[in-house]
């Protein structure tokens, strides 16, 4: 959520940063409530010193004698009055937060401006693609062929978009959950925990996934959801708190299933485990001080690229542009990864910079060593990466001829010392 000051002075900016994402929210409406609002405040604190000093006088008329009846009646009118005017401010309050909850982040300067992915700017590259003497199969085959996906029992089991992992799979799908959190809470600096993966409507509004996104969520008896990323409850681990500043940042990894009804996406990704209603994800989440949160967000994507060229599987870094940012996001990276049979880079990470957007939801603050009024926390996650589509990059990246897959390396412990799938 933004800070109602910075769409109140600044209006044609956050209406310019709206174009520049081609999305569309009502700032106008937003500032004729709060214009409203703040009207209504003013009329009720005039009533009520009207009601302290007729209170006033009915003690002075007591005291003296004389006759209070008639300040008594006004006093009362007074009081229902400001009873209506307390209910009519929670009704434009309430109207506010719903318009507030529309309006997405803003995105920082640096961000491309573009309308489409087209306008990506790339950052950098790690690796070169594997070169193959023959033409490398999709990862669905590969997956079948060694019996280790099985895409028809899992259509049984629930619907299309949800697989069956045997064997070695279900050993490889284990094997990167446990090395990447390993990396990350050994060597990167991370803790880690492992919340629900049912959340609140207010978990879910906290982040930002309500109310413009529950057509994509999966919803469960009392009021539930199921989680899309374990961002949702893990950033919601300080709501409502005040952090102390020489704590921060505070950096937490999970690993979680993720479940996403993919709605709208339709036709993308139908084959194999790129795209699936059930996903497993180790995500990374920071609390941040602002004056280095943007440091965080390098650190962040330097930590989920870092999966990748431990796996020694070609990547790349992109800066996404105001187009292709998420919600809450003011600034992102995506991670991309080399799948060879389609010959393209795929989406498999990406790290945001929310700033202070989903603690202002949340109200997540921190108070300053120094003294002073508790500021908002900026808040970051990322994935660390998506399993599934790991496995995928694995399969299709380290296949041989006869339709083996090498075990990568890093991998092989993990694996009990597999170093082939066959």
């Known amino acids: 959520m933004l800070d109602i000051k910075l769409i109140r002075d600044n209006p044609d900016i956050v209406k310019r940063a709206l174009s520049d994402r081609g999305m569309e929210a009502d700032v106008d409406g937003v500032l004729a409530l709060d214009e409203r609002r703040r009207g209504l405040l003013v009329e009720v604190e005039e009533l009520k010193h009207e009601r302290n000093r007729a209170s006033d006088e009915i003690v002075a008329l007591k005291k003296s004698g004389g006759d209070a009846a008639p300040i008594v009646e006004q006093m009362k009118e ?3 009055r400001i009873k209506e005017m307390d209910s009519s401010v929670r009704d434009v309050e309430e109207q506010l937060r719903t318009l507030m909850l ?27 693609p594997p070169g193959f003497t023959f033409k490398p199969s999709h990862h669905w085959d590969i997956g079948e062929a060694l019996d280790i996906l099985d895409f028809k029992r899992g259509a049984k089991i629930a619907m299309s978009r949800f697989t069956l992992l045997k064997g070695a799979g279900a050993l490889l799908e284990r094997a990167l959950i446990n090395f990447m959190l390993d990396l990350h809470t050994r060597e990167h600096g991370y803790t880690e925990v492992f919340p629900p993966i049912l959340a609140n409507r207010e978990t879910f509004t906290g982040t930002g996934q309500l109310p413009k996104f529950e057509e994509d969520m999966y919803r469960c008896t009392d ?22 500043e020489k704590d921060l940042p505070i950096k937490y990894a999970a690993y979680t299933p993720c479940f996403r009804r ?15 209603h059930q996903f497993n994800k180790v995500e990374l989440v920071k ?48 991670l991309e990864v080399w799948l060879p049979a389609e010959g393209e880079f795929k989406e498999i990470s990406s790290c945001s910079n929310c700033t202070d957007f989903q603690a202002r939801r949340m109200n997540i603050r921190f108070k300053a060593a120094g003294g002073g009024k508790p500021r908002f926390v900026h808040t970051l996650n990322g994935s ?39």
């Open 223 to 244: 009021d539930l959801l199921l989680v899309p990323t374990a961002e949702v409850p893990v950033t919601n681990i300080y709501r409502d708190e005040i952090l102390r």
């Open 287 to 334: 609390f941040a001080h602002p004056d280095k949160s943007f440091d965080e967000l390098e650190g962040l994507i330097a930590d989920a690229e870092e999966v990748l060229t431990r796996l020694g599987i070609h990547c790349r870094v992109v800066s996404l542009c105001t187009g292709d940012i998420g919600f809450a996001a003011s600034k992102c990276y995506d």
């Open 384 to 422: 660390g990466i998506a399993i599934g589509r790991t496995m995928a990059a694995i399969l299709e990246n380290f296949q041989l001829d006869d339709g083996r897959v090498v075990v990568p390396p890093a991998l092989q412990p993990y694996m009990g010392g597999m170093t082939l799938i066959e």
């Open 102 to 128: 529309e309006i997405p982040n803003l995105p920082q300067e640096s961000v491309p401006v573009g309308s489409d992915p087209e306008s990506n700017v790339e950052v950098r590259r790690w690796g070169e």
């Open 262 to 276: 993919e709605a709208g996406s339709y036709g993308k990704d139908v084959r194999g485990i790129i795209r699936q």
């Open 78 to 80: 007074i009081s229902e």
